[in-house]
Each structure stands twice: as structure tokens, then as C-alpha cells.
């Protein structure tokens, strides 16, 4: 008799997954597991710099391996390796005026001119810092860099606390749902990730979004 593996029956499945789980139990082989964290100040709505802006700062005690940049900026998300991976993450977040209001009230400083093609980016860079340090000591911008940052002290600020290797844990030893079976067959798609995004509401409300898939696959939400 033939075993059709293009299309396998749910008996075939079950044996699958029942000998995976068994591999992944007894630590025969470790599997990767990735862990991705970002965070929605929008809610779910997306940017508008006519709505106010939500200011989010927190822990740094982890590292980024996919970024240099702070997972903290909007549109940012962090890879955290799991050998680093930290017992909780602290986050403070507040809502503050608009991009709109914000670039009215808070002038930014003028740009510098762009890098001529005869300049090193160690000579372009010197001078770049030579024109904004100049201006950050003129009274009129150490005005506005002191008003901003005390408007910024003055919101209302909320914490929440994460905690990443509790939702790892949460899903170990699991085999991620609605998967192509047919890839169970392949080690190199066992690895798995872990994608949380902390959604920050309008209300300042904080909601988790889980999503669990195979590192290349079909995502299951949660």
C-alpha cells in the first residue's frame, strides 16, 4: 500500500505530531525557538500624527539582536534571543499631544546640509554634530528643549510589566496550529517563534496579541 504524504490523512497527522512531541520532550534534538516583541501605541489604528502620540520608555535590561535601534520607537519590533531572554520587562507609557501640535509648539532645529561627494563620513559627521551642538547652546532652542521635555515629564504616566519567559513557557512543547503537516517531516521548519505585541489602547488600556507559528509557516493568533 502506498502513503500518499502530498495529502495526509488525520491518522498520519496524529502520528506525526504524537512523534515530534515525543522528540521535543525528550530534548533528542533543540528545537529553535524565536521570541519577537513589539508594541501598538495606535490600538490597532495606526499612525496619525493628528491624534495624540503615545511616549513609551522602559527597560533596557535586554539586547535586540535583529536591531541596534529601541524597540520603543513606533514601527520597531525586537528579536530576543532565548538565551537572554529576560524574566520581565518594565514598560512606562503615557499619552502626549500630536505630531501636529508637537512640531508647532517644539520647533525642530534646522538640518544641516547634505554630505558633498568629496567629504568622509567621519569629517560629515563631525561637522554635523558641530551644527547641532551649536545650536542646542543658543537660549532660544534651550528654551524649547527644556519646555518639551517638561511637558513630556508632566503626562500621565502608566506601567506594565511583561513577562516574556512565562509566554515561552506557555508554549512549550506545543506544535503551532493550523501548520502545513506536510512540513513536520522537515527539521529545518521545527524551529518556532513567538510574536507578542503589546497593543496600547486609547483608553490606555493594554492588550496582548500572541501569535505562535512555525519560523516559516502559517501563523495561528491567540
Not at 508637537?102 to 560629515?124: D, H, I, N, V
Request: proline share 5%; hydrophobic share 35%.
Amino acid at each position: 500500500m502506498k502513503l500518499n504524504l502530498s495529502k495526509p490523512t488525520e491518522s498520519f497527522r496524529l502520528i506525526v505530531i504524537s512523534l515530534l512531541l515525543l522528540i521535543v520532550a525528550s530534548s533528542a534534538f533543540a528545537l529553535d525557538r524565536k521570541f519577537y516583541l513589539e508594541i501598538d501605541p495606535s490600538g490597532g489604528q495606526g499612525f496619525d500624527e493628528n491624534k495624540p502620540q503615545v511616549l513609551i520608555r522602559g527597560d533596557n535590561n535586554f539586547k535586540c539582536s535583529n536591531t541596534s535601534l529601541s524597540m520603543f520607537y513606533y514601527g520597531e519590533h525586537c528579536q530576543i534571543k532565548k538565551e537572554s531572554l529576560p524574566e520581565s520587562i518594565n514598560i512606562e507609557y503615557g499619552q502626549w499631544i500630536s505630531v501636529e501640535a508637537s512640531e508647532r509648539l517644539y520647533p525642530a532645529m534646522p538640518g544641516f546640509r547634505s554630505k558633498q561627494p568629496e567629504e568622509t563620513e567621519a569629517a560629515y559627521k563631525l561637522k554635523v554634530d558641530t551644527h547641532y551642538n551649536r545650536l542646542s547652546n543658543l537660549p532660544k532652542y534651550k528654551k524649547i528643549i527644556a519646555d518639551e521635555e517638561a511637558s513630556k515629564a508632566n503626562i500621565e504616566w502608566h506601567t506594565y510589566t511583561i513577562y516574556p519567559q512565562q509566554l515561552m513557557n506557555k508554549y512549550k512543547y506545543k506544535i503551532p496550529e493550523d501548520g502545513d503537516v506536510s512540513s513536520y517531516l522537515n527539521p529545518f521548519d521545527w524551529s518556532t517563534k513567538l510574536w507578542v505585541t503589546i497593543v496600547i489602547h486609547p483608553d490606555m488600556t493594554i492588550t496582548l496579541d500572541e501569535s505562535y507559528s512555525f519560523a516559516s509557516g502559517t501563523i495561528s493568533w491567540h
